[in-house]
């Protein structure tokens, strides 16, 4: 169905409102007594009602908001003011507030999620309309800055083509200085570390840093304290983008930190007014929340 981005329903418009989430359940009583329940929908979806006690000015921007997307025609994006962040509404926004994937060393794409667990019960909410700017993401526990984008429309991220190369030096150093023949990186970029042998070097495998400084096409440094792990020998590897099996031993995480909106439709074509006071009118309008 046709999606109005921009912009979002007017939070000053959902003063009395009731909305929350719904699940569609079967639930079968057996002749024992016992309960077989059928869980039709894999996402929960939302509802609720809006447009309680406006004043005049705010009525008029209801109507406007309401004329404009035609009525049940067209989707749009409203804020759950008790789940619009990746983590709890009273807390801040972190790279590293959700899992959203895996690395296996070809996926570039990953969609956002929001996970709700109690105890053994997971439920994996897809996050489809994030609210641009306030994405943060992470790989294997780094912060990412660079090398991905992030479609707001979609909540999906995608990070860049992956750079590799075989590491053919290193130092000790407060920040380790590597070469790696035609690197492509670029200060702020992160790598993750493998099979690198001589002294200790070897504990630095699936772990990641972040570029410092370019020194040419084939030198960059980055900020692992290199001082103590002994003389690199040779060999080892650098990748950029999230690496995990079955093209490595490790595993890293992909991860995310995020506000959001919910995509939603009015639930009625008709708009009408009760007046509540000759200064105050109530719609009462439904909104129900909509795949995209």
């Not at 897809?126 to 984008?149: C, H, S």
């Not at 079955?246 to 995480?253: L, R």
Request: proline share 2%.
């Amino acid at each position: 169905m046709p999606f109005l981005e921009s912009p979002r329903f007017p939070e000053n418009l959902d003063k009395g409102s009731s909305y929350g989430s719904t699940w569609k359940t079967d639930i079968t009583v057996l002749f024992s007594g016992h309960e077989n329940t059928d869980q039709n929908w894999d996402q929960m979806r939302h509802r609720g009602s809006l447009g309680y006690d406006l004043l005049i000015a705010e009525a008029e921007e209801m109507k406007d908001y309401h004329t404009a997307v035609n009525g049940r025609t067209t989707g749009f994006r409203f804020k759950d003011k008790l789940d619009f962040k990746s983590t709890k509404v009273a807390n801040s926004i972190a790279f590293d507030d959700q899992i959203i994937g895996q690395g296996d060393g070809t996926t570039l794409i990953f969609q956002i999620i929001k996970a709700y667990t109690k105890g053994a019960n997971t439920h994996k909410r897809n996050i489809r309309k994030t609210v641009a700017g306030t994405e943060l993401v992470g790989i294997g526990g780094v912060v990412q800055t660079t090398r991905f984008t992030v479609d707001s429309t979609t909540g999906k991220v995608t990070f860049s083509t992956n750079l590799t190369g075989t590491i053919t030096a290193a130092t000790e150093a407060a920040n380790a200085a590597l070469t790696v023949a035609g690197h492509g990186l670029a200060v702020g970029d992160t790598i993750v570390l493998d099979a690198m042998t001589g002294g200790t070097w070897s504990t630095q495998d699936g772990k990641r840093y972040t570029v410092q400084t370019v020194g040419g096409p084939n030198d960059f440094t980055i900020d692992l304290d290199s001082s103590s792990l002994g003389t690199y020998i040779s060999g080892g590897d650098m990748n950029t983008a999230p690496m995990g099996t079955p093209v490595k031993s490790f595993t890293e995480d992909v991860t995310s930190g995020f506000e959001f909106d919910n995509a939603v439709r009015f639930g009625s074509d008709d708009l009408i007014a009760t007046w509540d006071t000759i200064v105050s009118l109530t719609y009462a309008i439904p909104i129900m929340e909509i795949r995209t």
